[in-house]
């Protein structure tokens, strides 16, 4: 990047100074960015030089702001620099144009940042002139050779944004020539001008000479045009053109749009040229040609494009009349009329544009044959008015009311096929509800005075034992429920995700053991509860474990063990994968640190979280038991057979389990082992 400097500013007022002249023309070099550009417009950096004198140079820089990313802001820098490394910055000798509100100054500075030198009017010998069109900045100055390279040198250039009055690092890596470079030319005196001519009935953009590849504009008084609107100065001292002209305009006049149609010709015509008016279909000119005149103008103005008139034929009717006959015009309506007990397929058809009627080939048919629909004394019909022989009417009455006949159906005599239907009062009917958690003797539909009867479950009582449908068509008590008795304990498994208890329906004062579960997203909760009286142990049993396990075949062979232990008072939880004979054939994992528990009136609980990713998908059969540890948290072998479920089932899913008391306990005579575990917690089931 460029160096960050702040120095002072040698302010050059813009002075009126012509541009340089092309690269490669009248000894301008230059260095252009891309390399096929040759304007300033057209390049993203371009930088023009050529030897003003023995010992100065005229430069010109120019760079657009929108290349270099910096067009969002308004004072800018623009700079070549040379040095003699083919890479990296060091050793720069840097020239830079500088925009600071609307003031232009040039700034240099040699070494990369090891000293500044504030160019003086000595340096710039010319000035400065300075602009930015466009997003165009550009500069030109003439400078003492002293400031440039005597030798060939690479040259880096580049353009960034101003931060207050130093240069601020470059948005875009700043170019650099791929070959060293000759700033200083040798200056030659004998430039090529060339005399500018005089125009009759016109003038030139320059006057005098100019000089080689220099442009001049020819410009023409009004109704007049230059045989070429510009000449350029070549090598030979003479304009590629010779003796321009501005001759006298011819006269031509602008073809005018048809709406609807074309023009032979577009655009301008000369005086005396036909142009042909061609129309769309069915639309015909106002004039066939039009012809421009001396004025400028055609002899037609505004020709149009005319709908031609469009005409039907009336169609004969058979069995009929209608109220035209031969041609009728666009739009016209021709009236059907047919013979006694007849009627037309149409009453009316209408003459389009297209030359022919709406509806092609009316007809008179044979009427037919037709019903009036009765009225129903408190009901309704589906059709009202006349209906055709075949036509079937649906009768609807009003609540509590049937009709005698649901339809009726128009016949060829031209009445229904049951006459004056009526509408009945309808015998009163109550719809049994439904109780929750109960039964009920009748179901549906019941009469008038019917009794039914309300059945709950166990330890459940009906809030009536009897409902009676009334006159009103509904029950003398609405909404019966069956509510929970007094004095009856919930079993554990209610209001859970899945349980598992032991005996089935026990409550917590009577479970042996139990299961209970909390499903998440993540994560499952558990609830251990054991008694300890049913695993032959007592309260005296300081150190206690209490777990599940979940099997392919109802044994402890390749089961999963979720065990807690509880250890003076402190309880903590293991998960045990592949147990099989006394080995673990897979790992053993510690679960979630959130464990709970407690030992009250001889029955053990504890309260842990399980992955859902270590728990295996069912359907497996569960095992549920307790027994005792050392002081070191090592399960011992338990004093009574774990209790097993006798059907499988998928804990991850939502289930209660109702035990087989024909399965519990379950005993298999596999050989007792003791398994310790290296994190401080041992299991035994046989």
Known sequence: MFPLLRIVFLVLLPTSKAAMEACGSSGVKCVALPSSCTTSYDCNYLLKYKAASDSTTQMEISGKTSYYNIDSYTDYWLTFSHTAATSGMGGLS??????????????????????????????????????????????????NNSLLPSTSQRLVYGMGRMSGSSIAKHSRTPSRS????????????????????????????????????????????????????????????????????????????????????????????????????????????????????????????????????????????????????????????????????????????TCTSSGTFDTTNPTCNKDAVQCTVPGVVGGSTSETGQVDEGQVVTITCTSSHSPSTPTITCTSSGTFDTTNP???????????????????????????????????????????????????????????????????????????????????????????????????????????????????????DDDIWLGFGLSELGTMKDSDMYLCSKVDNQYSAIHIMGFSHGLIRSSSTQLEDDVSGSLVDGVMTCNTTIPNSAIPSGPLHIMAGMGPTNSDGEAKQHSKTPFISGTKFNILSSSTIDPNSSSYPHTYNLVCVIVTLTIGLGLVFT
């Open 422 to 540: 009526t509408c009945n009062k309808d015998a009163v009917q109550c719809t049994v509800p439904g109780v929750e958690g109960g039964s009920t003797s009748e179901t549906g539909q019941v009469g008038e005075g019917q009794v039914v009867t309300i059945t709950c479950t166990s330890s459940h009582s009906p809030s009536t034992p009897t409902i009676t449908c009334t006159s009103s068509g509904t029950f003398d008590t609405t909404n019966p429920t069956c509510n929970k008795d007094d004095n009856v304990e919930e079993g554990v498994c209610a209001g859970v995700d899945g349980c598992y208890s032991n005996p089935s329906g026990c409550t917590s004062a009577t479970c042996d053991i139990t299961v209970q579960w909390w499903q998440g997203d993540n994560f499952t909760q558990v609830s251990l509860s054991g008694k300890l009286s049913t695993f032959s142990m007592s309260a005296s």
């Open 178 to 349: 791929s070959q060293d470079m000759t700033l200083i030319q040798t200056f030659s005196s004998d430039a090529v001008q060339c005399t500018v001519p005089g125009v009759v009935g016109g003038s030139t953009s320059e006057t005098g000479q100019v000089d080689e590849g220099q442009v001049v504009t020819i410009t023409c008084t009004s109704s007049h045009s230059p045989s070429t609107p510009t000449i350029t100065c070549t090598s030979s001292g003479t304009f590629d053109t010779t003796n321009p002209t501005c001759n006298k305009d011819a006269v031509q006049c602008t073809v005018p749009g048809v709406v609807g149609g074309s023009t032979s010709e577009t655009g301008q015509v000369d005086e005396g040229q036909v142009v042909t008016i061609t129309c769309t279909s069915s639309h015909s000119p106002s004039t066939p040609t039009i012809t421009c005149t001396s004025s400028g103008t055609f002899d037609t103005t505004n020709p149009t494009c005319n709908k031609d008139a469009v005409q039907c034929t009336v169609p004969g009717v058979v069995g009929g009349s209608t109220s035209e006959t031969g041609q009728v015009d666009e739009g016209q309506v021709v009236t059907i009329t047919c013979t006694s007990s007849h009627s037309p397929s149409t009453p009316t058809i």
């Open 94 to 143: 840097i020239l830079a144009c500088v925009k600071s509100g609307t003031s232009y100054s040039l700034k240099s500075t040699t070494g990369y940042g090891w000293g500044v030198n504030s160019l003086t009017s000595e340096d710039t010998v010319d000035g400065l002139t300075a602009t930015l069109v466009d997003g165009v900045m550009t500069c030109s100055f003439t400078i």
